[in-house]
């Protein structure tokens, strides 16, 4: 099974930061790789696919990259709307995602 | 527009079954692969089960293979998960969410709200 570990579990930045969360695959996966947003008591949104194409309606602030077994998501200038949680997919081998990214207001 | 409605969830007993329904609306549901994914009281997500959009091809996560079985009825757009011999670490929200196929990757790309399945004596 593939295994996913993102960094950090907890993230605190104010509005108007630049942030990066990592996720790191157990082996390779190619791109297969997708972000989501989640809110609390909401169902996650899809933000990125394919480790760098932005999702449909998706603020373009959002912005992913990487292949192999590493990757990264960035928010390139907080909005208040960015606070969630944030999770990595792997859509290699059946599909497994990271354990999540809490992003909280500082 | 996209709707996935799920239901059927409540507080059932370790042991017993549950069936849970996911409705579709808004698009052409016997074309889509679809999958159940659930998220336990303040963990993260763990996706569970996909079937083929024809429901010839069915997969299933090592934690529930054997105790969960997925289907789905195109003529009623309705997707089901059948709970059996159920956990009580089974509790968790039930999530439907239907993938897109674009290149060679299949994102999640609409959700439902989710429903709650409670397992406890």
């Known amino acids: 099974d593939i295994q996913l570990t993102q960094s950090p579990s907890f993230l605190s930045a104010s509005v108007g930061d630049r942030v990066t969360i990592t996720c790191r695959a157990s082996?390779?996966?190619?791109?297969?790789l997708a972000w989501y947003q989640q809110k609390p008591g909401k169902a996650p949104k899809l933000l990125i696919y394919?480790?760098?194409t932005l999702q449909s309606g998706v603020p373009s602030r959002f912005s992913g990259s990487g292949s192999g077994t590493e990757f990264t998501l960035t928010i390139s200038s907080l909005q208040p709307e960015d606070f969630a949680t944030y999770y990595c997919?792997?859509?290699?081998?059946?599909?497994?995602f990271g354990q999540g990214t809490k992003l909280e207001i500082k | 527009q996209v709707q996935l409605v799920e239901s059927g969830g409540g507080v059932v007993q370790p042991g017993r079954s549950l069936r849970l329904s996911c409705a579709a609306s808004?698009?052409?549901?016997?074309?889509?692969?679809m999958h159940w994914v659930r998220q336990a009281p303040g963990k993260g997500l763990e996706w569970v089960a996909l079937?083929?959009?024809?429901?010839?091809?069915?997969y299933y996560a090592d934690s529930v293979k054997g105790r969960f079985t997925i289907s789905r009825d195109n003529s009623k757009n309705t997707l089901y998960l059948q709970l059996s011999s159920l956990r009580v670490e089974d509790t968790a929200v039930y999530y439907c969410?239907?993938?897109?196929?674009?290149?060679?990757?299949?994102?999640?790309?609409?959700w439902g709200q989710g429903t709650l399945v409670t397992v406890s004596s």
């Open positions: 808004g698009f052409t549901f016997s074309g889509y692969t």
């Open positions: 082996q390779g996966i190619s791109s297969h």
């Open positions: 079937i083929s959009y024809d429901g010839s091809k069915k």
């Open positions: 394919a480790a760098s």
């Open positions: 969410a239907r993938d897109i196929l674009v290149g060679d990757t299949t994102p999640f790309d609409y």
């Open positions: 997919q792997q859509l290699n081998s059946l599909y497994t």
